[in-house]
């Protein structure tokens, strides 16, 4: 199968300036006979162009902590998937990678922030784990 790739840069709400890397590859359609599936030149700018689409669209939405949960817990590949279907039928649709370009002006109280909030919203500690005694001369063995 052949194999696509695409790239953008978007700022997100809270001014970072991050660059996300997608890539696909292309599949069979259902009914298919031929053994290979290349898409030609056009059908790759096509689903490029659908790429970076849906990439700035998720890149811009939110602040950067809202971009990493997303990243994190959805599936912003299968929204490429399906809008590259019209194109050409693609699968394993990932972001690959996504590279912070730009920080904003540093502001400790923004930082500040980000610490408070999950201290809040998580208090585990984790509890004491009872220790095994060793037999003395066992060699480290009970």
């Given amino acids: 199968s052949d194999h696509h790739r695409g790239h953008v840069d978007c700022r997100t709400t809270d001014g970072y300036i991050v660059r ?7 599949k069979k359609a259902k009914n298919q006979q ?3 599936c290349y898409a030609n030149s056009a059908q790759c700018r096509a689903i490029r162009a659908k790429m970076v689409e849906k990439m700035s669209e998720l ?3 939110g602040d950067l902590r809202s971009l ?3 990243l994190i817990t959805a599936d912003p590949g299968k929204d490429i998937e399906t809008a590259a279907e019209t194109v050409f039928p693609v699968q ?3 972001i690959r990678k996504v590279k912070v370009l730009k920080k904003p002006k540093f502001d400790v109280t ?3 922030e980000w610490y408070a909030d999950e201290n809040t919203a ?3 500690t984790g509890k004491k784990v009872a220790t095994e ?4 001369g066992a060699g480290g063995r009970y």
């Fill in 133 to 136: 005694e060793t037999v003395a």
């Fill in 20 to 26: 996300l890397f997608c890539i696909a590859f292309t």
């Fill in 92 to 94: 394993n649709c990932f």
């Fill in 110 to 112: 923004a930082l500040m």
């Fill in 34 to 36: 031929k053994v290979t």
């Fill in 59 to 61: 890149g811009g939405k």
């Fill in 122 to 124: 998580s208090a585990d």
């Fill in 68 to 70: 990493v949960k997303t």
